[in-house]
């Protein structure tokens, strides 16, 4: 739960208008052990050139799968099978300020981050 609320807080604060999680479960679909399958059950046929685009409730959402198992493509560094989820970007429609999280000053700290061009937590 706290690394889904990083994830959030890091994607809104940013400004970048999105939410990537990878490990953590969303909508019962979890990295690394769901499959395109599960997704299409639950989110419908994908769109998109990826064929990786859906959407929930108005919102883009981008799930990125694996491709050819280890050893099959140089540029894939762990054995998993084809097509289970990899990460999951989600692109709110409504925006919400950081305030709206009510984070626990006295557990995240905010910091300057140049390579976001913005704060994070």
Not at 41 to 46: N, S, T
Not at 54 to 76: A, Q, T
Not at 88 to 97: E, R
Request: aromatic share 8%; hydrophobic share 30%.
């Amino acid at each position: 739960m706290k690394a889904l609320l990083i994830a959030i807080s890091v994607g809104l604060f940013a400004g970048t208008g999105f939410i990537q999680t990878s490990g953590t479960s969303w909508h019962g679909i979890t990295p690394f052990h769901s499959t395109r399958a599960d997704v299409e059950r639950l989110l419908g046929e994908p769109s998109g050139y990826c064929h990786c685009q859906y959407k929930l409730n108005g919102d883009p959402i981008r799930i990125d799968y694996s491709g050819n198992r280890c050893g099959i493509e140089k540029s894939e560094h762990w054995d998993v099978p084809r097509d289970t989820v990899l990460t999951i970007t989600l692109h709110p429609q409504k925006q919400c300020s950081i305030a709206d999280l009510k984070l626990d000053s006295k557990v995240f700290q905010r910091i300057d981050d140049p390579e976001l061009h913005g704060y994070t937590l």
